[in-house]
């Protein structure tokens, strides 16, 4: 297969992944990634279920938002997929998900505290809220660039989450330790709140996280 053909491929089996890890219900949310050696993103089409998703359903577009390959009808979040790639060159795949925990966050418009370790490690630090703006808008991209600054993952207002990765896998694992930080935030109010990590120790841990974990 070709890069275009495993990109897709890798997209539709992320896009089981993330509903089978119920970050998603239904048609909602959507991911996207880079096509090695191309200027092109791959990105789910919109409205369809994801467990009859085929690979030829995968849209591939340009980074100026032409579409290039694909008859379906690209994501109404195409501008803030875009938006993330055109600004962060570290950024190849994104993942953008409705899960409970973080949704309810977004939906109070309140950050998810850096008082995780897996999070700060995969994050980079707290779990930003980006200014409100509407869905599948241009505003809700440049928006969501200005709160992921410094991060990999960012809660859209009433909204959502989301991931934005090395890889697909690191995407979805992102949207996953993400809502289980924001559970774990909201359950910790029970018992007093959380206490947030020093910026010293999530940068040693970051740090960590970028050069010296797993099998390298």
Not at 29 to 35: K, L, T
Not at 40 to 51: F, H, K, V, W
Not at 123 to 140: H, N, S
Request: hydrophobic share 45%; net charge negative.
């Amino acid at each position: 297969m070709n890069n275009r053909s495993i990109i897709r491929e890798q997209i539709r089996e992320t896009g089981l992944k993330m509903l089978g890890s119920g970050l998603v219900v239904g048609t909602w949310g959507n991911i996207s990634a880079r096509v090695p050696g191309e200027d092109l993103i791959a990105i789910t089409p919109s409205g369809m279920n994801y467990d009859v998703l085929q690979p030829e359903d995968i849209v591939l577009v340009a980074l100026n938002g032409e579409v290039k390959e694909g008859e379906r009808k690209p994501s109404i979040e195409l501008p803030l997929h875009l938006a993330i790639y055109c600004a962060r060159k570290d950024i190849q795949a994104v993942v953008h998900t409705h899960s409970a925990y973080a949704t309810a966050m977004a939906a109070a418009r309140k950050p998810i505290p850096g008082a995780v370790e897996d999070l700060v490690q995969i994050v980079g630090g707290d779990v930003r809220v980006c200014e409100y703006a509407l869905p599948g808008t241009a505003q809700l991209g440049a928006n969501a660039v200005k709160a992921l600054e410094g991060r990999n993952a960012v809660l859209l207002p009433n909204h959502g989450m989301v991931g934005a990765g090395t890889n697909l896998d690191e995407a979805l694992k992102i949207c996953q330790v993400v809502e289980k930080s924001a559970k774990i935030t909201i359950l910790a109010q029970a018992v007093g709140g959380v206490v947030e990590l020093s910026q010293e120790d999530t940068a040693a841990m970051r740090d960590f996280y970028l050069h010296k974990y797993g099998q390298r």
